[in-house]
């Protein structure tokens, strides 16, 4: 399966737990949910999914070409402790990425229009950044180095997926969970605007 085609299938699981997540909410009459405010941050993602088709590239070619001709030693996608390793790395490149994404003008420039979202739930973790593979192709890069392109790439489709459910209100604190993995909690405050709340929790 292609990158596309495992989006195409997360894409109806985004669809039907935003539903779920939007009857909830309108069952609880929280307000978390406001219907312009959806069709928007929906719309959004539908637009960004149609300019990452084109600006993968930045991504895509640079990591073929160094993994063809530069990368000697590539972890295993047969074995556990390469699937850690791999994940851990990627989430190391997702950390900086992320965090100079706040701290660089240029990258918030990009960036700011996730944050953007008056509404943190799950149709907001589709409002993502149209022009982020400008910057983020230079933070993946050493991975080709270490992983094949496949391995990248289902790599990619997990933390999409999990980025997504981090965007609720339903979730409350995990405990000892919290201690290792990004989660629900953590990630609202990532998204606070109180001051004591900014630039913080930049992990994926």
């Given at each position: 399966m292609t990158?596309?085609?495992?989006?195409?299938?997360?894409?109806?699981?985004?669809?039907?737990?935003?539903g779920l997540e939007a009857c909830a909410s309108i069952i609880r009459g929280d307000g978390r949910y406001r219907l312009h405010e959806t069709i928007g941050n929906i719309g959004h993602g539908v637009v960004y999914q149609t300019f990452d088709y084109y600006t993968k590239a930045f991504v895509s070619i640079p990591?073929?070409?160094?993994?063809?001709?530069?990368?000697?030693?590539?972890?295993?996608?047969d074995t556990?402790?390469?699937?850690?390793?791999?994940?851990?790395?990627?989430?190391?490149?997702?950390?900086?990425?992320?965090?100079?994404?706040?701290?660089?003008?240029?990258?918030?420039?990009?960036?700011?229009?996730?944050?953007?979202?008056?509404?943190?739930?799950?149709?907001?973790?589709?409002?993502q950044p149209l022009f982020s593979h400008l910057f983020?192709?230079?933070y993946r890069l050493p991975l080709a180095f270490i992983m094949t392109g496949k391995m990248f790439v289902l790599i990619v489709v997990i933390?999409?997926?999990?980025?997504?459910?981090?965007?609720?209100q339903y979730v409350q604190k995990l405990g000892p969970i919290g201690w290792v993995l990004n989660t629900p909690s953590h990630h609202r405050v990532h998204h606070?605007?109180?001051?004591?709340?900014?630039?913080?929790?930049?992990?994926g």
């Open positions: 990158e596309l085609e495992y989006l195409a299938i997360g894409y109806v699981f985004f669809i039907l737990l935003i990591f073929v070409w160094i993994a063809a001709h530069f990368a000697d030693v590539q972890v295993p996608m556990l402790w390469a699937w850690i390793l791999a994940i851990v790395l990627y989430d190391l490149t997702s950390y900086w990425a992320h965090r100079h994404s706040h701290e660089i003008n240029a990258m918030w420039s990009v960036h700011a229009v996730h944050h953007a979202a008056e509404d943190f739930n799950l149709a907001a973790a589709l409002r983020t192709w230079i933390d999409y997926i999990y980025q997504f459910i981090l965007h609720t606070g605007r109180d001051p004591k709340y900014l630039d913080r929790n930049y992990g």
